[in-house]
Nanobody
Framework: QVQLVESGGDLVQPGGSLTLSCAAPGSIFSVYTMGWYRQHGGRQRELVATITSGGKSNYGDSVKGRFTISRDNVKNMVYLQMNSLKPEDTAIYYC?????????WGQGTQVTVSS
């Protein structure tokens, strides 16, 4: 059983910043693409950002220029730096490890952007 553990979710004011963290097992981290998705209410889960094992990143259109994904291949951690947060960024953020047909998800961490 692969376990991903997210942390860092919080209540933050509009325009503020927040960093999410995700810890993954070393057995998969070095070869898997890691990513962040989010889900608000009953909406479909949407892409936030992904980063390959080689460090190539990809972002959803709604977060480009504001969010930055990074990974630490020594600590087996992936991070999501979120700047200029907006109320519409409010969601549960899920960490993902993916390779081919194998997808593993974390339990999610709540981010609320509100004044």
């Amino acid at each position: 059983q692969v376990q991903l553990v997210e942390s860092g979710g919080d209540l933050v004011q509009p325009g503020g910043s927040l960093t999410l963290s995700c810890a993954a097992p070393g057995s998969i981290f070095s070869v898997y693409t890691m990513g962040w998705y989010r889900q608000h209410g009953g909406r479909q889960r949407e892409l936030v950002a992904t980063i390959t094992s080689g460090g190539k990143s990809n972002y959803g259109d709604s977060v480009k220029g504001r969010f930055t994904i990074s990974r630490d291949n020594v600590k087996n951690m992936v991070y999501l730096q979120m700047n200029s947060l907006k109320p519409e960024d409010t969601a549960i953020y899920y960490c993902l490890a993916t390779m081919g047909v194998y997808d593993y998800w974390g339990q999610g961490t709540q981010v609320t952007v509100s004044s």
